[in-house]
């Protein structure tokens, strides 16, 4: 069957995470458990910072876009995730899977620059902190987030638009478990070689750009912490970050060992494993390094349980 873009394939067959029957069952159960508590806490933590106007403040603001965008993030594929651990055979039309590469692009780059949007907030609040409320003032917050979706929608259009345009032949496998981009395109009859420079060059600069800002951004924290005298004091600044480092860690780090990695079959099975961290292990702990250690949050929890909120 014949699709707009000239492509013989109509459909894609997932591989999934293994094809282990054994495994199967187990595996819906674990990653039904992951998606259950990723979508109840980052629903908690936007009700939450809706609801209580003390945590209406630009790191909390930050804080909801990024669950806002955990929630949506996880939602792109795990439901179909789900399906395919208990369907015997795992298929995706071919519009399907383009409409979830484009949103798989869209909330993985929008939180790569929320998460870099936070870190300058951190910045601000620990090496301006007089000027804090002109640094980040409700514009400059909006900006920021505005900024944010624009790179995720122009990148999302730029990886789409290059696959739209390849031919599909026979090959319909995927070598993963949703239609992500090395894998998708490995199985087009024809030269990928425009493909793979927009790959480079998006990428790079989407995990470039984020993770030198959040580095020189952490480099005069560093160094104005240093600068405190008290113990209490220094322990208090970093507190305030250490959430931040974990989840830029995880999702910056598993993020690039898929993407900045050479494309052969081996790192292709070991990418699918790394995934797993971006795609469905941050967005469920995010909510959890962000609230369990936070005071405000875990206040403004307490007090929405006293009005049956929750």
């Known amino acids: 069957m014949a699709i707009g873009n000239g492509s013989f394939v109509s459909e894609f067959i997932l591989m999934g995470l293994t094809e282990n029957p054994d495994l199967q069952l187990l595996l819906f159960f674990l990653f039904l458990a992951m998606y259950t508590v990723t979508v109840f806490g980052n629903l908690s933590l936007v009700t939450l910072i809706g609801l209580n106007s003390h945590l209406h403040t630009p790191m909390y603001f930050f804080l909801l876009n990024l669950s806002f965008i955990d929630l949506c993030y996880s939602s792109v594929f795990t439901p179909k995730m789900l399906v395919d651990f208990i369907s015997r055979k795992n298929i995706i ?25 936070m870190a300058y907030d951190r910045y601000v609040a620990i090496c301006n902190p007089l000027l804090y409320n002109i640094a980040m003032s409700p514009k400059v917050c909006v900006n920021l987030i505005f900024g944010s979706y624009l790179m995720a929608f122009s990148s999302g259009v730029a990886h789409t638009g290059n696959m739209l345009r390849l031919t599909f ?9 949703f239609c992500d981009i090395l894998p998708v395109f490995q199985l087009s009859c024809m030269s990928t070689f425009a493909n793979k420079l927009v790959v480079f060059i998006v990428t790079g600069i989407n995990i470039t750009v984020p993770t030198l800002t959040i ?22 600044a970093f507190s305030t970050c250490s959430s931040h480092i974990m989840a830029v860690s995880l999702f910056f780090g598993s993020g690039s060992f898929m993407y900045l990695n050479p494309s052969s079959a081996r790192s292709m099975t070991e990418g699918k494993t790394s995934s797993v961290f971006y795609t469905n292990v941050v967005p469920m702990i995010n909510p959890l390094i962000y609230s369990l250690r936070n005071k405000d949050v875990i206040l403004a929890m307490k007090k929405s349980l006293k009005r049956g909120m929750f």
């Open 93 to 117: 039309s071919y519009i399907s899977c383009m409409i979830q590469l484009y949103f798989f692009c869209f909330f993985g780059i929008s939180e790569c620059y929320v998460l870099t949007s």
């Open 215 to 236: 580095f020189i951004s952490y480099g005069f924290i560093i160094c104005s912490i240093c600068r405190i005298h008290s113990t209490e004091g220094k322990s208090k």
């Open 169 to 177: 032949c026979d090959a319909n496998t995927i070598n993963h478990y």
